[in-house]
Every structure is written in structure tokens, then in C-alpha cells.
């Protein structure tokens, strides 16, 4: 009698082993992130009215030989990712995190949301491309918002906030999934998932410094006491999602690149596919190119590949990197002004007691040189402004931040030696610092619903941030190059007299 045997390819191991325990390789979740990004880029040619099948093949041929050229040098990797169980977990983490934060409709939004949903509802609600009655073109970071607004075209606005929800939810859960295989075993993967969701700066005891320990209270936005901000965790998340998302894949890249899974190339690229997304992120990545760029010459080990990605990144990006450059010249690059004595109070109360604790561990995995970088980013940042206001420390630092948070987690789940006392400290300054992320979810849960914006994106910037300027997120058609110049442009309806939301949007208490 014919024994039976596993179909070719297939192990007895294989057939036998449960679904949720079967692993999912993280060199492909992490190509999946890449080809969304890439189609973000198509879809901005779409918004600026560039389209065509030969744009769509062509755009699909570069998209494959992105994701091929990216697991070409890592094919042992394929084997190494989360389980099943896990990538679902850390979904499910991401989904609370962006349910909290205000996505979906379903809990409060913070204020950041009256310009975001204008941004939403704008794209959903006018044909592409347009502009409004001023004659300004949309002109921002839209990357987070291009896929949830072609779903909202075809079944309405609240399909829009469902699907960018999920458009986030996902992601992040997928930057957790890989993210966990940096540490090995539950025990020092929940350790470094609590680390990172708890992660913030001692705000507290800013607050108190500066007199207003008195007047707050649980629903308190603590961050805004010094002249500048480094933003917690969940801060990053209920705020401003595109940034935190871009930074954190930024982060976790590098992070991977270390412990030799991810070559050069797919470092190199990331700015590029990043930029409409976050530029701030996309900046804030480059002096830990520098540093990769540096490591992988001494040893001689940049291949044709780490060369031919972000040539074919870049390529793919061109027409969102000339589309945010367009009319950018008010955005501009100065120092921000700020008293020495200010700025070291802001820093020892911010994070230097994080970097003291994290200098025991230069010689570990993720100390060396990507430590030293970050920790002399995080020094220097409240010192340059981009834009009106102080966006570069609180956004550029983010992938900073993130490779900081796995420094410290590493060393709180026993990958580098530290002594009893120095861990106890982290642990004393994660729970100083937890005060913080607790107004945040504190604020989520009990503030009512905020309600849906009917204005633009103009008039909704002036119902909070009138004082900053909007230039930001806006462009005349004729500063574009004539290659992604629009040809036909719709307009979008006057919405003046019109109030922008059907009842209050409650404020939190800013400090």
C-alpha cells in the first residue's frame, strides 16, 4: 500500500501546526507596507489629474521589481516574522489605539481633527484635481488620506473615516508584528509593547514648574509647558497618525537594518516613499542613513541593489516630492529662538534622564552609533524650526524617540546588563511620565464625540490655528512644475456663512 505524503513543498511540520501559531514573514508585511506606499504615489497622480493605463502598468512593473529588488538579498528572512496570533494581537493593540484617538467617528478627536477631517471631506466631496475658490490648490502631506478618499467617493464620508481607520489600524498593527521579532519571547515582547505605549516625557512635572499644578486636570493636555515638546506615544497616535506612522516605520527600518535583516537599500528608499506622508518623518531618518551609508562602506558592503532601490523609489516619489515643493519657499529653515536656560530645563525635564540611563548600554545591540545619533538629534532639535511653529522637534524626532524606546526596552527586558537601581529608575520615570499618556486616554473616553466638519480646510485651520499660517497647505496651480501641473481643474463650492460643525467641539485644557 502507497504511504502518504505531504505535497511537494509542504512538511508534515508544516500541515500539522495551527494556523494562529504559523509565522508570517516579516520581510513580506514589511513589502506589503512598501507597495501601499507606493500606491499613495499613484494615487497623488490621480489627484493631480495625471493618469492613463500606461502610467498604471508602468507604475505596477516598478512596484514589483521594488518589492523583488527589497527580499532579493534577505530570501533567509522569509522564514523569520511574527505568528499569526501575534500580527492579530497587534492589531487589535493598533485598532484601540486609533479607535481612542478619534478615527472611525466613534470617540473624541482631538483638534488637530477639525483640519484633518476638512482635508477628508474635501477630497472626498469635490473631483480631483481642484481648487477652492481663492484659486489655492491642496497642496500637504496627503498621503494618509488618498486611499480612504477614493473609498469615500464610491460609498459616501462615513465609508472615508471607516476605511482610513482601517487604513491605520493595519499599518501600525503591522509595524507591531514586525517590531515584536526584535525581542525574542512573550515575556520580553510585552515588556517592550508596554514600554513603548507608555513612553513619554516627565510633562508633569513640567506643569508644576511652570505654576500650573493647581488648575489641572484628568483630561489635561500636559505637553504644551515648555517651548518646545517631544510627544508620548500616545500622544503621536490620537494627534497626528501620518507622522507618527511614518516615523515609527522610519524607526523600526533602522532598527532592522542593524541586526542585519533589511539591507541598505531599503533604508535609502524610505524618505522618499515616506515624504507624502510625513516630510518631517522623511527628515528625520537622514542622520541614521548617514550613519548605515557610513557602516555599510568601511565594510564594504553596498551592492547594486542598495543603489538601484532608491534610484526606483525615487523615481516613483518624483512627482510627490516636486508637488510638495511647490510654493514651500515661506515654509523656510531657522533657528528657533529660545533662552539657553529655558532649553535645558526643557531637556532635563524631557529627556535627558532617559539618555543618562541609556549610556550603560552603548556596546549593546541598538546603542553604538545609532544611540549616539539619536541621543545628539533629540539634543539639538528644539533648537531648528521649520514652518510657523515648533512641528520639527515635535515630528522629525519621532524616529529618534522610537530607537530610544527600544534601546530602554531592550535593556528592561534583559537584552543588555544594567543594575537594579538603573532599572528602577526607568521604571520610576515611565510612571512620572504615564501621567501624560493618561489625560490623553482619559480625554478619549469621557469627552463626547466630536462632531463631523461641513467647511473646508481654510476655514476649518481658523476655527483653532488662525494665529499659525496655512501656507502650508496650499499652493497657486502655477508653482507646480509643467509636468505634474493640472490641466483642468474643478472648483470646489464657496463655503462662507456656513458653520463649520453642527454643535461645540469641545476643547481639552491646554497648559
Given at each position: ?60 512593473v516598478l512596484t514589483v521589481g521594488l518589492f523583488w529588488l527589497l527580499t532579493l538579498p534577505r530570501r533567509a528572512d522569509l522564514r523569520a516574522g511574527p505568528t499569526v496570533a501575534t500580527l492579530l494581537v497587534c492589531i487589535a493593540v493598533a485598532t484601540l489605539l486609533m479607535v481612542l484617538g478619534g478615527e472611525g467617528r466613534i470617540l473624541y478627536a482631538n483638534l488637530d481633527w477639525q483640519v484633518r477631517d476638512a482635508v477628508l471631506s474635501d477630497m472626498v466631496a469635490n473631483p480631483w484635481p481642484f481648487v477652492y475658490p481663492d484659486g489655492a490648490l491642496l497642496r500637504a502631506p496627503i498621503g494618509m488620506y488618498l486611499a480612504p478618499a477614493l473609498v469615500g467617493k464610491a460609498w459616501g464620508r462615513d465609508a472615508a473615516d471607516l476605511a482610513l481607520l482601517a487604513q491605520n489600524a493595519v499599518f501600525l498593527g503591522v509595524l507591531l508584528g514586525i517590531g515584536s521579532t526584535l525581542f525574542a519571547g512573550r515575556r520580553r515582547q510585552l515588556v517592550a509593547l508596554a514600554l513603548f505605549l ?314
Amino acid at each position: 500500500m502507497a504511504s502518504l505524503a505531504p505535497p511537494a513543498g509542504l512538511s508534515a511540520t508544516t500541515i500539522r501546526t495551527p494556523l494562529l501559531r504559523r509565522t508570517v514573514p516579516a520581510m513580506l508585511l514589511f513589502g506589503g507596507i512598501i507597495a501601499w506606499l507606493s500606491y499613495d504615489l499613484l494615487l497623488l497622480c490621480r489627484f493631480l489629474g495625471m493618469g492613463g493605463p500606461w502610467l498604471h502598468a508602468g507604475w505596477a512593473v516598478l512596484t514589483v521589481g521594488l518589492f523583488w529588488l527589497l527580499t532579493l538579498p534577505r530570501r533567509a528572512d522569509l522564514r523569520a516574522g511574527p505568528t499569526v496570533a501575534t500580527l492579530l494581537v497587534c492589531i487589535a493593540v493598533a485598532t484601540l489605539l486609533m479607535v481612542l484617538g478619534g478615527e472611525g467617528r466613534i470617540l473624541y478627536a482631538n483638534l488637530d481633527w477639525q483640519v484633518r477631517d476638512a482635508v477628508l471631506s474635501d477630497m472626498v466631496a469635490n473631483p480631483w484635481p481642484f481648487v477652492y475658490p481663492d484659486g489655492a490648490l491642496l497642496r500637504a502631506p496627503i498621503g494618509m488620506y488618498l486611499a480612504p478618499a477614493l473609498v469615500g467617493k464610491a460609498w459616501g464620508r462615513d465609508a472615508a473615516d471607516l476605511a482610513l481607520l482601517a487604513q491605520n489600524a493595519v499599518f501600525l498593527g503591522v509595524l507591531l508584528g514586525i517590531g515584536s521579532t526584535l525581542f525574542a519571547g512573550r515575556r520580553r515582547q510585552l515588556v517592550a509593547l508596554a514600554l513603548f505605549l507608555l513612553f513619554s516625557g516627565l510633562d508633569i512635572l513640567g506643569q508644576i514648574k511652570v505654576g500650573h499644578a493647581a488648575g489641572l486636570t484628568p483630561s489635561a493636555h500636559l505637553e504644551g509647558w515648555g517651548p518646545s515638546q517631544y510627544s508620548s506615544t500616545l500622544t503621536l497616535a490620537f494627534w497626528v497618525p501620518q507622522h507618527a506612522l511614518a516615523g515609527w516605520l522610519g524607526a523600526l527600518a533602522i532598527l532592522l537594518w542593524r541586526e542585519r535583516r533589511l539591507g541598505l537599500g531599503a533604508l535609502l528608499m524610505l524618505p522618499p516613499l515616506l515624504a507624502l506622508w510625513s516630510p518631517f518623518a522623511a527628515i528625520g531618518m537622514l542622520p541614521f542613513l548617514g550613519v548605515a551609508l557610513a557602516s555599510e562602506a568601511r565594510y564594504r558592503r553596498i551592492r547594486p541593489a542598495d543603489l538601484l532601490l532608491p534610484a526606483i523609489a525615487s523615481a516613483m516619489a518624483l512627482p510627490a516630492l516636486l508637488y510638495l515643493a511647490a510654493g514651500s519657499g515661506a515654509v523656510g529653515l531657522r533657528l528657533f529662538p529660545i533662552a539657553p536656560a529655558i532649553y535645558l530645563s526643557f531637556l532635563t525635564i524631557e529627556i535627558l534622564p532617559f539618555l543618562l540611563i541609556s549610556m550603560a548600554g552603548l556596546k549593546a545591540r541598538f546603542g553604538g552609533a545609532l544611540f549616539v545619533t539619536a541621543a545628539l538629534f533629540l539634543l539639538v532639535a528644539p533648537l531648528i524650526q521649520i514652518g510657523g511653529w515648533i512641528d520639527f522637534a515635535m515630528r522629525a524626532t519621532i524616529p529618534a524617540l522610537a530607537i530610544l524606546i527600544a534601546h530602554l526596552a531592550d535593556m528592561m527586558s534583559g537584552g543588555w546588563p544594567a543594575s537594579t537601581r538603573r532599572k528602577g529608575a526607568l521604571a520610576l520615570l515611565l510612571a512620572i511620565g504615564a501621567a501624560t499618556p493618561l489625560t490623553e486616554t482619559v480625554r478619549a473616553l469621557t469627552y463626547p464625540p466630536s462632531p463631523l466638519g461641513r467647511c473646508s480646510v481654510s476655514r476649518a485651520w481658523d476655527e483653532t490655528f488662525a494665529v499659525f499660517p496655512k501656507s502650508g497647505y496650499f499652493a497657486n496651480p502655477l508653482d507646480l512644475p509643467g509636468t505634474i501641473r493640472p490641466t483642468r481643474l474643478a472648483q470646489a463650492p464657496d463655503d462662507q456663512g456656513r458653520a463649520c460643525f453642527d454643535r461645540p467641539w469641545q476643547r481639552p485644557e491646554l497648559f
